[in-house]
């Protein structure tokens, strides 16, 4: 029996491939300090970033400059795949950032409270996440960091046309930082005050790149695994030459 350079790299591919593992794409966006429709009385906003992995981790990071000597400690988003998302009703999730502790309460969006006032409705509450967001200070400015998994969000049955936290070729954000916030909690860690002085930066239809896959499915043969496999293949191609 004799294994060909086409033999061994086919039964690699086979190895590599044969879990039905499959790619999901991750979209980017990005802006380094262009944003001419906004409020900045918690703050100028001086860059945006965001990544979301479909039906995964979805990141939001921000720098925002400080307001006589104070930074912005809290925020709420509200994102979708390109329209304005204050026109969604019952359709996505929003997230309310306590920066200051780093917890992080999701809730129904109701697409007509005013100042994210959504985590009103007592049945609204969908998530809470601890040590969900970080933030590194310099004199003048604050750069926060979010990262949640979506699935077990967006996974939920909430209607028909339920999206939650979520975007593709395009994104639509409705981002209002707030500074000097007063955030407070019940006994069962829903939230019953998030407010403080607002600014927004509401935007439609920004585009986003793919900047890669994450493989979901089975698991994925190890390297090292595929390697001995290649080497034990090797070996015995190597043993009926001999014989």
Known sequence: MKFGKEVISGIFAAVLFSSSAQAVPVYDFENA???????????????????????????????IGEVDGELSDAFYLVVNDGPNPTVSNNELAIIYADVKTGSVSVYDYDGVSLYGSSYLNPNGHIA???NAVSYDDTATTRRVYLNIDTAPINSLDRGPSWEGIAFNESLGFWFHPLLDSSISYDGSGKLTDFSGTLGWFDYN???????????????????????LLLLGLTGLAIRKKRS
């Open 33 to 63: 300090g262009n944003f001419p429709q906004g409020n900045t009385d918690a703050g100028e906003l001086y860059y945006l970033h965001s990544q979301y992995t479909e039906g995964g981790s979805f990141i939001w990071d921000f720098t």
């Open 128 to 130: 809470s996440f601890e």
């Open 205 to 227: 239809d920004q585009p986003t790149s793919v900047v890669g896959g994450e493989f979901e499915g089975s698991e994925v043969p190890e390297p090292s695994t595929v390697a």
